[in-house]
């Protein structure tokens, strides 16, 4: 079996079970994305996020994640929707939590294109990654050819736009690594920036200042949310979509077709009055398979609150 036939048979099992693009690098050091991650570091553009510093050499350098790693496998996963919630006065949720925690769905497709792979080419070690382990996603997707870079930093596909989850699996299996680095097609477009609410982007793009940033406020941050910001959330107590929103690449969108990411009605349909009212019970069980988890009862709820006092702003 030739390394491309080796590569075509996973990316046809990968698009089988779901996953839309598929691009395979190989696994080496990133010198260039290696500098980048220290400057932005060394700048506090990660907060309190202090496991963005952890784990340094593995971030890049995927043959310190899987031993004798030859190949980083990089897989886009739809999620855009169309669906909205229908109290327009409500406070929003990302997307991307609309339904059930992306990081299982996804997981669990990954092993089994594992096993395909270990069925029908040989056996191999390898590992599964999805959000959830020090893997410059991005970076590896981009390195494979499966988009570029945006001015918000969001991996974007030029026929399909950047609603998309991104996965990867490292292999020690050597494949056909016939994919550039493609394009930036931003050019002068400046739609996410001058369209962040909190100036999370600067004003040259392409770096993001998560410190600032509404998703990481409603999600990574466990203290008080900065008054300084009180009004200036756009009404998102989970995430923000809002540089994707805005983004001209994101009109290729179309609905995914992953069952597990509809919405409840129960979700969609909450009032504004009934988040502000919300119990914990009714938290663990609407938000019981939900990435929504992560923030947790009373961070979601000292969000909503801290929208409400926005609003007198």
């Known amino acids: ?60 350098d995927p043959r310190k994640l899987v031993e004798g790693a030859r190949s980083v ?41 594992l096993e395909f792979i270990n069925r029908e080419i040989g056996e191999v070690s390898g590992r599964c990654f999805v959000d959830s382990a020090p893997v410059l996603e991005r970076d590896w997707a981009r390195r494979s050819g499966l988009g570029w870079m945006g001015k918000n930093t969001m991996l974007i596909h030029p026929k399909a736009g950047s609603y998309f989850f991104l996965a990867e699996l490292i292999v020690d299996l050597e494949l ?12 002068t477009c400046r739609r996410c920036i001058d369209a962040c ?49 805005v983004c001209p690449w994101n009109r290729f969108s179309k609905p995914h077709q992953e069952s597990e990411f509809e919405p409840s009605a129960e979700l969609m349909g909450r ?5 502000e009212d919300l119990t914990e019970e009714v938290f663990r069980q609407l938000f019981r398979h939900s990435a929504v988890k992560r923030t947790g009862f009373k961070g979601l709820k000292r ?10 702003r």
């Not at 996953?19 to 553009?45: C, K, T, Y």
């Not at 056909?176 to 050019?187: L, N, R, S, V």
């Not at 998703?215 to 009404?235: H, M, V």
């Open 1 to 60: 079996m030739t390394l491309q036939d080796r590569s075509w048979l996973i990316e046809t099992e990968a698009k089988r079970l779901g996953f839309s693009f598929v691009g395979i690098a190989r696994a080496e050091h990133m010198d260039e994305e290696a500098r980048r991650l220290e400057q932005w570091l060394n700048g506090g553009h990660h907060g309190q996020m202090a496991y963005m510093a952890n784990h340094f050499d593995k971030r890049t």
């Open 73 to 113: 496998i990089s897989l886009m996963y739809n999620y855009y929707t169309e669906a909205q919630q229908e109290d327009a006065t409500a406070p929003k949720i990302s997307k991307y939590a609309f339904g059930k925690d992306y990081h299982g769905v996804i997981k669990s497709k990954l092993r089994s294109l």
């Open 176 to 187: 056909a690594y016939e994919h550039q680095p493609m394009k930036d097609f931003c050019g």
């Open 197 to 245: 609410p909190t100036a999370a982007i600067s004003p040259q793009g392409y770096l993001l200042d998560a410190s600032r940033c509404i998703s990481y406020f409603t999600i990574e941050l466990r203290d008080a949310l900065p008054d300084a910001y009180k009004g200036q959330f756009d009404n998102w107590m989970f995430g923000c979509d809002i540089c994707q929103d």
């Open 271 to 275: 009032k504004k009055e009934e988040w």
């Open 303 to 312: 969000n909503i609150q801290f929208l409400k006092e926005g609003e007198n």
